[in-house]
Nanobody, 122 residues
Framework: QLQASGGGLVQAGGSLRLSCAAS????????MGWFRQAPGKEREFVAV????????SYTDSVKGRFTISRGNAENTVYLQMNSLKPEDTAVYYC?????????????????WGLGTLVTVSS
């Protein structure tokens, strides 16, 4: 089970930190990531991190602004979002896959949380 939190309303240029708490499985050895879906748009990949945190990948639109990290001791993955833009407004989903390799396609992730809403006002 994946439980995302930390979403909310923020002004453009502001920051938010999303958290995803994993339970029920050995998520510490899973690759984990974040996807998002904006109103009227398709779900898109945001960021991914492998099991030990030494490999990450980001979609181009968030590079340099977002940072994904994880704390395996607490079975949690984080998404630090800085310099937020109105186009970052979306429901953000925490995801996991039971493999060590990273992936960026939604069908590669077996486990999905319910999502947390991020709204960035201009």
């Amino acid at each position: 089970q994946l439980q995302a939190s930390g979403g909310g309303l923020v002004q453009a240029g502001g920051s938010l930190r999303l958290s995803c708490a994993a339970s029920g499985r050995t998520f510490s050895v899973f690759t984990m990531g974040w996807f998002r879906q904006a109103p009227g748009k398709e779900r898109e990949f945001v960021a991914v991190i492998n099991w030990n945190g030494d490999t990450t990948s980001y979609t181009d639109s968030v590079k340099g602004r977002f940072t994904i990290s994880r704390g395996n001791a607490e079975n949690t993955v984080y998404l630090q979002m800085n310099s937020l833009k109105p186009e970052d407004t979306a429901v953000y989903y925490c995801v996991a896959r039971p493999f060590s390799s990273i992936a960026t396609t939604s069908t590669d992730f077996y486990y999905w949380g319910l999502g947390t809403l991020v709204t960035v006002s201009s």
